[in-house]
């Protein structure tokens, strides 16, 4: 079904996401995707990509707070960067909903119950993401990710579709604009929600 809904998603949104396209090639230059590895199903790695929301590197610019753009933040805020993960759906390295993709480098940091979250494939959306997106401290938001591989099925993921939309629409869990979507992880215990 994955695929059915990418597929669709990527011809429907093909002039969406033209005008993203163009408008992140006007506003940051090329390259227009950004491209970054993610662990996916069973931790195996593949290349996630997203529309480009950051300056490169260059004087005074030293961190990611530095480097985003107002465009850049306008984009997080909408989602609209995360459009082209509809091509990894299709290329079946993700889900439509799931936990969201992580960082490699977190790998070693999750506990043996956080590391659950990779016994499915990764969302462009998922239950963590609907309860509170950004706004919620890792412990919970991980625990969310292993609730979802715990009761995961067609009504749960109709469900986090449907919530989506309304998050999207009501901008909830997104972080103030000239900031990074997430605080970097150190870990985090396991908590019960």
Request: charged share 25%; glycine share 8%.
């Amino acid at each position: 079904m994955d695929l059915v809904i990418a597929c669709a998603a990527l011809v429907v949104s093909a002039p969406l996401q033209a005008g993203v396209a163009a408008l992140v090639r006007f506003n940051l230059g090329s390259p227009v995707l950004f491209r970054q590895e993610r662990p996916g199903l069973n931790g195996k790695t593949f290349t996630m990509y997203k529309f480009r929301t950051m300056r490169d590197f260059g004087p005074g610019c030293v961190t990611d707070e530095e480097r985003i753009t107002a465009f850049g933040s306008w984009l997080r805020s909408t989602s609209l960067d995360e459009l082209p993960e509809l091509y990894n759906v299709a290329r079946g390295d993700m889900s439509l909903v799931g936990p969201r993709p992580l960082l490699p480098e977190y790998l070693p940091l999750y506990t043996a119950r956080q590391s659950r979250r990779h016994e499915v494939r990764p969302g462009i959306t998922g239950l963590a993401q609907v309860k509170g997106r950004n706004s919620i401290p890792w412990a919970e938001r991980l625990a969310w990710d292993v609730r979802y591989v715990e009761t995961r099925g067609f009504l749960l993921d109709s469900r986090i579709i449907l919530d989506t939309i309304a998050v999207l629409f009501q901008r909830e869990g997104i972080t103030e604009e000239g900031q990074v979507a997430m605080t970097d992880f150190m870990g985090a215990p396991d908590v019960d929600l």
